[in-house]
């Protein structure tokens, strides 16, 4: 009885489709699981922010009476009252850069966290992403440049006590995506402008609620690979 066998050229050509198949199937594989990844960490530090915020709301009153502002020296005092007794995290580093006072709040499940005076927060899913020296660069006009947010770090805003046409959507509002100076919670909105989420722009902030708006998802049309 004959026995029906592969030649080695039909072998190597079979491995060879194989191969290409997995080059080109396998990069589509990582981005979707590190979208998956990312997702969650975002879905995350919204809920343990918040959760923060009522916790310190009992010891501290109402967040529409809290600081709105603060210079350096009181910078620090304001997180050790207000936040950080209520986050588990691992460890802090407090440094200048864009805006001023700085400070990083490392968590155990290696995502980070930075808040900029009072107002104005960064979350990294991943913490080997964060250079306190590069995250933020500023231009030679004053204005400052966020070439990775919505990339590898994602921006929320923290102003309950602004009532303002400009901060309609953080007014009375705990830790949430990045909107100030919008007027619609709109894909269209969020994408344009010089703060809209898109390879054009500079800062980048309002990619967050981009990604809120379409259910913490990030769209399948998204400008960026998130890492």
């Not at 691992?90 to 995502?111: E, H, M, P, V």
Request: a neutral charge.
């Amino acid at each position: 009885m004959k026995k029906i066998a592969f030649t080695l050229a039909e072998v190597l050509v079979t491995l060879g489709i194989i191969g290409i198949v997995a080059a080109m199937t396998l990069p589509t594989l990582i981005q979707s699981n590190k979208n998956k990844e990312v997702e969650a960490k975002l879905k995350k530090i919204y809920s343990v922010m918040n959760q923060a915020i009522l916790l310190s709301e009992k010891d501290n009153g109402p967040k529409e009476y809290w600081p709105q502002s603060c210079k350096d020296d009181t910078c620090e005092d304001f997180y050790k009252t207000y936040f950080l007794p209520y986050l588990s995290s691992i460890k802090t580093l407090q440094f200048s850069g864009y805006g001023g006072y700085n400070i990083a709040i490392y968590f155990n499940d290696g995502t980070l966290l930075v808040g900029k005076a009072i107002t104005d927060w960064y979350f990294f899913p991943n913490a080997k992403n964060f250079d306190k020296d590069t995250f933020a660069v500023e231009t030679e006009n004053g204005g400052v440049v966020r070439k990775d947010c919505g990339t590898t770090y994602f921006a929320f805003r923290f102003t309950p006590w602004a009532q303002t046409e400009a901060n309609k959507f953080h007014y009375k509002k705990g830790f949430e995506p990045y909107r100030h100076s919008l007027t619609e919670n709109t894909t269209d909105s969020l994408t344009e402008g010089p703060y809209g989420c898109g390879v054009q722009n500079s800062a980048n902030v309002f990619c967050t609620a981009l990604i809120q708006l379409n259910g913490w998802q990030i769209p399948d049309d998204y400008p960026f690979k998130v890492k």
